[in-house]
């Protein structure tokens, strides 16, 4: 069954730094586009980021404009995030999810905690 594994994720000062990555199970995810999501304790789970399948186009939520940074390397099936100027705000669950282009947001990974101290 195909399936997306987030790491990276941790615990970080304010105005630091993490990289997340998200690896694809199968070579097809090459074809989609790629995204983050998060959701903070008590809030509903939100767009971060998102990339067209050729790493050609990037979406950004406003919140996090400026400081991530969405990528991916096709030859090895995967995803990153890069997250700088890190806030307390930042502090969620982050999801990366896979959608084949024009239908929703069909594969999601289990999630990796992001904690940012002040």
């Known amino acids: 069954q195909a399936r997306l594994v987030e790491s990276g994720g941790g615990l970080v000062q304010a105005g630091g730094s993490l990289r997340l990555s998200c690896v694809a199970s199968?070579?097809?995810?090459?074809?989609?586009?790629m995204g983050w999501f998060r959701q903070a304790p008590g809030k509903e789970r939100e767009f971060a980021a998102s990339?067209?399948?050729?790493?050609?186009?990037?979406s950004y939520a406003d919140s996090v404009k400026g400081r991530f940074i969405i990528s991916r390397d096709n030859t090895k099936n995967t995803a990153y995030l890069q997250m700088n100027s890190l806030k307390p705000e930042d502090t969620a669950v982050y999801y990366c999810?896979?959608?084949?282009?024009?239908?929703?947001?069909?594969?999601w990974g289990q999630g990796t905690q992001v904690t940012v101290s002040s």
């Open positions: 990339i067209s399948w050729d790493g050609g186009r990037a």
């Open positions: 199968e070579r097809t995810f090459s074809t989609y586009t």
């Open positions: 999810a896979a959608q084949i282009p024009g239908l929703k947001w069909n594969f």
